[in-house]
C-alpha cells in the first residue's frame, strides 16, 4: 500500500475508533438521563411517603391526645383541636396538590388528581373527620366502628 493509502487507512481507523468513542457517551448519556428520571420519580415518592407518614402521626397523636384527655376536655378544646388538624389536612392537601401540578396545569386539577391518589384520600378523610369533631358529629372510626359491631 502506497504511503497516501495508509495515511487514509490510518485516518479511516481514527475517524471509526472517534465514531465508536461517541456512540458509546451517546449510549451512557441515554442511561444517564434514564437514572436521572428514575430519581426524579423516587425523590417525589419519597417526599409523598414523608407527606404520609406525618399524615398518619398527626392522625395517631390526635387520637393518643383525645383518648388520654377524653375525660379532661371539654367539648369546646375538642373542637379547638378538631379546626386545628383540619385546617393541617386542608394545607397538606394543598401543599400534595402542588408537588403534583404539572406546568400550565391548573391547581384546580392538580388538586382533583391528589384527591384520587391513597395519601389524598387519606388526607380527605382526616379533614372530613376533624370537621365532623369540630362540629360534633360522627366521624368515620364511629361509623366503622359501628359497621363492625352490626357484622359481629
Given at each position: 500500500?502506497?504511503?497516501?493509502?495508509?495515511?487514509?487507512?490510518?485516518?479511516?481507523?481514527?475517524?471509526?475508533?472517534?465514531?465508536?468513542?461517541?456512540?458509546?457517551?451517546?449510549?451512557?448519556?441515554?442511561?444517564?438521563?434514564?437514572?436521572?428520571?428514575?430519581?426524579?420519580?423516587?425523590?417525589?415518592?419519597?417526599?409523598?411517603l414523608?407527606?404520609?407518614?406525618?399524615?398518619?402521626?398527626?392522625?395517631?397523636?390526635?387520637?393518643?391526645?383525645?383518648?388520654?384527655?377524653?375525660?379532661?376536655?371539654?367539648?369546646?378544646?375538642?373542637?379547638?383541636?378538631?379546626?386545628?388538624?383540619r385546617?393541617?389536612?386542608?394545607?397538606?392537601?394543598?401543599?400534595l396538590a402542588?408537588?403534583?401540578?404539572?406546568?400550565?396545569?391548573?391547581?384546580?386539577?392538580?388538586?382533583?388528581?391528589?384527591?384520587?391518589?391513597d395519601?389524598?384520600?387519606?388526607?380527605?378523610?382526616s379533614?372530613?373527620?376533624?370537621?365532623?369533631?369540630?362540629?360534633?358529629?360522627?366521624?368515620?372510626?364511629?361509623?366503622?366502628e359501628?359497621?363492625?359491631?352490626?357484622?359481629?
Amino acid at each position: 500500500m502506497s504511503q497516501e493509502g495508509q495515511r487514509h487507512a490510518a485516518e479511516l481507523k481514527r475517524l471509526e475508533d472517534k465514531k465508536k468513542d461517541l456512540e458509546d457517551a451517546l449510549g451512557r448519556l441515554a442511561r444517564d438521563e434514564a437514572e436521572a428520571q428514575e430519581v426524579a420519580e423516587l425523590a417525589q415518592e419519597v417526599e409523598q411517603l414523608e407527606q404520609h407518614v406525618e399524615t398518619a402521626r398527626a392522625a395517631a397523636d390526635m387520637e393518643k391526645t383525645m383518648t388520654k384527655n377524653e375525660l379532661t376536655r371539654s367539648p369546646v378544646d375538642v373542637r379547638k383541636a378538631a379546626a386545628i388538624n383540619r385546617q393541617a389536612a386542608e394545607r397538606q392537601l394543598d401543599e400534595l396538590a402542588k408537588q403534583m401540578q404539572q406546568p400550565g396545569e391548573t391547581f384546580h386539577k392538580a388538586y382533583d388528581q391528589a384527591l384520587s391518589t391513597d395519601m389524598g384520600r387519606a388526607l380527605m378523610r382526616s379533614r372530613d373527620d376533624a370537621q365532623e369533631l369540630e362540629r360534633g358529629g360522627v366521624t368515620s372510626m364511629e361509623l366503622d366502628e359501628a359497621r363492625k359491631q352490626l357484622m359481629a
